[in-house]
């Protein structure tokens, strides 16, 4: 078991974002400020966040329609290049 902390004075915006993480990670309040303050203070604090791209490796499908529709971005305008 963990210390316990009470702090007062927490501004509305702090307030609102950290609620605002704890209902979109489906985490409670204590969780979220606990990791935020871990990586403030450059510690670990359980897993990492992640923001990369990692669960789309495989995933990719043909789509002819798709092709298609971008198929214009794939042509040089030869009068816009000096």
């Known amino acids: 078991m963990g210390m316990q902390y009470t702090i007062r ?3 509305e915006a702090v307030d609102r974002a ?3 993480r704890a209902r979109r990670e489906d ?5 979220v400020v606990v ?3 871990a990586r ?4 670990e604090a359980g897993s ?9 490796i495989g995933t990719w ?7 298609l529709a971008v ?3 794939e042509r040089v305008d030869a009068d816009a290049w000096p």
């Open 35 to 37: 990791e935020a303050l």
């Open 27 to 31: 985490k409670s309040i204590n969780a």
């Open 48 to 56: 990492a966040e992640h923001t990369d791209l990692d669960h789309l």
């Open 61 to 67: 499908q043909e789509d002819p329609a798709f092709d």
């Open 71 to 73: 198929a214009d971005f």
């Open 18 to 20: 950290v609620r605002h």
């Open 40 to 43: 403030g203070l450059e510690l």
């Open 9 to 11: 004075s927490i501004p």
